[in-house]
């Protein structure tokens, strides 16, 4: 049957909030935060490219983070901080697709990331004698690869049914930044393509990287618990007490936002939740990661003193 409506071209976000009083404190709030990110996350990149001492593993998959933090942070940020001086928060098609596919991507990979660090955490602890021989630079390179094309393949997975779908009723998306929930809703065609296919990359992906988390927290607490040197273990605790938190955070707040039941004030709950998910996190993790981190610390005053000699 030929079809008799026009698909829509256009969509429009919500926002926010529509109280200006609010928007004149968020919008400096925010600017804020999204100039801290950027400022730390690429100050730690930086940092640990001209550190030789930071040229390990572990730093090596945080430089990653960091780049990922950046990205997807950017993906939406500087959107959402545009829409505060707009009545009416027009975005096409394309530019939300491009949105959603930049934004998931770094979100997927970001997880299967923490997976790969969590497993260097586990090899750094089982086997420390042989760490530099069992994570060589080209295993952490196919690592870091595979996570990459991992979430790149699945946000494409997302993307490409979901905008070929017919959207011909409401076009006003349910929030500040194109998320798919929000989108599918609005289509008028069958989204059961759509659905099936974040569902099964939310089981593979999403909770199958949790699962290889948990393993490797699994036998990394097991091997701790039979050390008998107290120091020895508090030693072996630290060195994954600032990826844990960040695992915490991450998988914490996406459970949050994603798994919970529908509700009237859910969609005020989803837009609290994603504002902590999108500019806190990838804020807090560099924050995480240096705070407590005496290599850290040690080389950005070694990189101090060398500016001071040059200056």
Not at 174 to 186: D, E, G, K, R, S
Request: aromatic share 14%; net charge positive; glycine share 4%.
């Amino acid at each position: 049957m030929g079809r008799n409506y026009t698909s829509a071209t256009m969509f429009v976000l919500l926002g926010l909030t529509d109280q200006k009083d609010l928007k004149l404190f968020l919008f400096p709030v925010f600017l804020g935060i999204y100039l801290v990110t950027l400022m730390w996350n690429m100050g730690l990149i930086i940092l640990i490219r001209m550190d030789s001492h930071l040229h390990t593993p572990m730093y090596f998959f945080l430089s990653f983070l960091s780049s990922i933090d950046i990205w997807y942070t950017t993906s939406i940020c500087p959107r959402m901080l545009s829409d505060f001086f707009r009545d009416e928060k027009r975005i096409s098609i394309i530019a939300c697709a491009t949105q959603y596919v930049i934004s998931c991507w770094m979100a997927m990979s970001e997880s299967c990331l923490l997976a790969v660090m969590a497993y260097d955490r586990y090899v750094a602890i089982r086997s420390p004698l042989q760490y530099s021989t069992i994570m060589v630079p080209a295993l952490c390179w196919q690592m870091v690869g595979g996570a990459l094309g991992t979430g790149f393949l699945g946000s494409l997975a997302q993307t490409v049914p979901c905008f070929n779908l017919d959207y011909c009723g409401s076009n006003i998306i349910q929030h500040f930044f194109c998320n798919l929930p929000q989108i599918i809703v609005l289509s008028c065609s069958d989204p059961f393509i759509t659905q099936t296919i974040t569902f099964l990359e939310a089981i593979f992906v999403g909770f199958g990287s949790l699962l290889l988390i948990l393993l490797s927290y699994g036998f990394i607490a097991s091997f701790i618990l039979k050390m008998s040197s107290i120091k020895g273990s508090f030693k072996a605790f630290n060195t994954c007490a600032s990826h844990l938190a960040v695992v915490i955070l991450f998988y914490g707040t996406a459970l949050s936002v994603y798994v919970h039941p529908n509700s009237k004030n859910s969609k005020k709950q989803d837009k609290l939740l994603s504002v902590f998910y999108v500019i806190f996190i990838p804020m807090l993790n560099p924050l995480i990661y240096s705070l407590r981190n005496k290599e850290i610390k040690d080389a950005f005053k070694r990189i101090m003193k060398r500016v001071t000699h040059i200056v």
